[in-house]
């Protein structure tokens, strides 16, 4: 299944980091992800100001469907609503996020 889109990560500020702007409408579907931080630390996904996930101590992170199928998205934003990930500390994070935008 083709991604419509792809964006790079590149964050270094503690707290909310917005990765993937919102589009009125329109949810963000992540197909894919993978980051990799200079040293430990923690992040959380969010749907603008609402949390995704937990908060999670990572040092690399992959998201994949090893299928080659990616139909079911790892993570859905609300209708409306930026993908923000939040950083517990200032350390560089890197990487790639493959979505799609989609009714909300």
């Known amino acids: 299944m083709p991604f419509n889109n792809q ?3 590149d964050i270094s500020s503690s707290g ?5 702007a919102a589009l009125a409408g329109q949810s963000i579907y992540v197909r894919r992800l993978f980051l990799s ?3 430990e630390v923690t992040v959380q996904f969010k749907s603008g100001s609402t949390a995704l996930s937990g ?3 990572i040092l690399s992170m992959l998201l994949d469907d090893s299928s080659g199928r990616a139909s079911d998205p790892w993570l859905i934003t609300r209708s409306g ?3 923000v990930i939040n950083l517990g500390s200032a350390v560089q994070v890197g990487g790639t996020i493959w979505f799609d935008y989609g009714p909300g």
């Open 7 to 9: 964006q790079s990560v």
């Open 16 to 20: 909310d980091n917005t990765v993937v």
């Open 37 to 39: 931080a200079a040293s």
């Open 55 to 57: 908060p999670t101590t």
């Open 81 to 83: 609503e930026a993908l």
